[in-house]
Each structure stands twice: as structure tokens, then as C-alpha cells.
């Protein structure tokens, strides 16, 4: 499995991105992916997670509102649409994926990751 994460820049506080995880080997839409980000000196933190069917999501508090997952299983692809951001949203961004088809928060879940998209918010 490989995961291509891209979509990230550098955008001013208050505007909008949207990243781009395509997937590529097993089967994509048998199972949930999700969003983490990390920034220098933290732990990975979760973003957000959208099961197989695109049906179910879940997201980190601080993310509601502003964050929204989905998916095209046609394309084997995830997008995450982050809107109205802050420069405490500064961070890599990954993709990853679970070897289940249910959302889950916990970075341990995720079998398979990308290889990150740097996202900067200038304030």
C-alpha cells in the first residue's frame, strides 16, 4: 500500500486549503483512513477519520467546525478541506490508513501512512 499526500502550502490566516491522499495497492474502499498532523517538538496529533463508505466521520475538537474528510473510492482518494485556519493549524499533515473499515482516533490504528504535505498559516 502506498499513500501520496500533497495539497499543502502556505496560506494567510483565515483561508482554506484541501489535501489530497491517493492510495495506491489494496483495495481502497474497504477500509477507514484518516488525517494526523505533527508539528516540531509534539506528538502526532489525530485530525480526523472517515470509514470506508464515507458515512461515518469523527474529528478532533478543535478541528469541528473548520475540518471536513471525505473520500472518493472511485478515485482511491481522501481529502481533507481545512477552512478558516489558524497558525496553531501549522503542521505535516499524513494520510494513513486502517486495516479496518470503522473511523478510529488513535495513530496505533493506522497500518499504513503517507509521507506528509507541509501546511504553513501565516498570521
Known amino acids: 500500500v502506498q499513500l501520496q499526500a500533497y495539497g499543502g502550502g502556505l496560506v494567510s490566516a483565515g483561508g482554506s486549503l484541501r489535501l489530497s491522499c491517493a492510495a495506491s495497492g489494496r483495495t481502497f474502499s474497504n477500509y477507514a483512513m484518516g488525517w494526523f498532523r505533527r508539528t516540531p517538538g509534539k506528538e502526532r496529533e489525530f485530525v480526523a477519520s472517515?470509514?470506508?463508505?464515507?458515512?461515518?466521520?469523527i474529528y478532533a475538537d478543535s478541528m469541528k467546525g473548520r475540518f471536513a474528510i471525505s473520500r472518493d473510492n472511485n478515485k482511491d482518494t481522501v481529502y481533507l478541506h481545512m477552512n478558516n485556519l489558524t497558525p496553531e493549524d501549522t503542521a505535516v499533515y499524513y494520510c494513513a490508513k486502517r486495516n479496518v473499515n470503522f473511523v478510529g482516533r488513535m495513530s496505533q490504528s493506522y497500518a499504513y501512512w503517507g509521507q506528509g504535505t507541509q501546511v504553513t498559516v501565516s498570521s
Open positions: 472517515i470509514n470506508w463508505r464515507g458515512t461515518n466521520t
